[in-house]
């Protein structure tokens, strides 16, 4: 069946560094892939999402690219902030009315 | 953008007695509402799919006369927790959506029986 298997955390950077977390898929079809974010006590926001292969997601600095070869998507930042500190949810959805299928989640801690 | 409000977005209750946890869809009517337990630092464990005015589909492990869900109109789905005891202290959420659009999440609600 679908599923999503997601790098664990928990992540610890300096500020103004570089993040990767990665995520990879598998499903039947063409999935479209999601990254959600978490803030404490707070429930999922999207954050970006690629809906066919080789789209790329982006929303506050944060990338991911759909790629089909390696059935990854990726989630990348260039420069993190304090503020990014959140727990991320790499989510697909194998068909439009079906569920979503989420990985276990990454926590990121920025410090200053 | 889409909104859902969750309410409340925490409660505290006795052992026993049962506990409503509301979502509504408040700028779109929401074709699907589904509802999630997540446990501390893991991640979302899907628990019902509920479409407005049928009965909800629960996913294996879920049992249906503890987890009531109630979708009486596009905008608003209910999940009450009946006879709750403190195993069932979790943070519940509940998601919505319209068409193919992505999910749009409540806030949650932090449940603690005591």
């Known amino acids: 069946g679908d599923s999503v298997t997601q790098m664990e955390g928990p992540v610890t950077l300096s500020e103004e560094a570089f993040l990767t977390i990665n995520c990879t898929y598998t499903?039947?079809?063409?999935?479209?892939l999601f990254w959600y974010v978490q803030y404490p006590g707070e429930g999922l926001q999207l954050l970006l999402k690629?809906?066919?292969?080789?789209d790329k997601g982006s929303n506050k600095g944060f990338e991911a690219t759909y790629r089909k070869e390696t059935t990854s998507f990726h989630l990348e930042k260039g420069s993190v902030q304090v503020s990014d500190s959140a727990v991320y949810f790499c989510?697909?959805?194998?068909?439009?009315?079906?569920?979503?299928?989420f990985g276990t989640g990454t926590s990121l801690t920025v410090i200053p | 953008g889409a909104v859902v409000s969750q309410h409340p977005s925490w409660v505290i209750c006795k052992s026993g007695t049962s506990v409503k946890i509301e979502c509504r869809s408040l700028?779109?009517?929401?074709?699907?509402m589904f509802w999630y337990r997540q446990f501390p630092k893991q991640s979302l464990m899907l628990m019902a799919t509920?479409?407005?005015?049928?009965?909800?589909?629960?996913e294996q492990g879920v049992e249906k006369d503890k987890f009531l869900i109630n979708h009486a109109s596009l905008t608003l789905s209910t999940l009450t927790v009946t006879s709750a005891h403190p195993e069932d202290s979790s943070f519940y959420i509940c998601?919505?959506?319209?068409?193919?659009?992505?999910?749009?999440f409540g806030n949650g609600t932090r449940l603690t029986v005591t």
């Open positions: 700028d779109f009517q929401a074709t699907t």
């Open positions: 690629a809906t066919k292969a080789d």
């Open positions: 998601s919505a959506e319209k068409g193919n659009s992505p999910l749009h």
């Open positions: 989510a697909l959805r194998g068909t439009p009315g079906n569920q979503f299928y």
């Open positions: 499903a039947t079809g063409y999935p479209s």
């Open positions: 509920s479409n407005e005015g049928s009965k909800a589909t629960y």
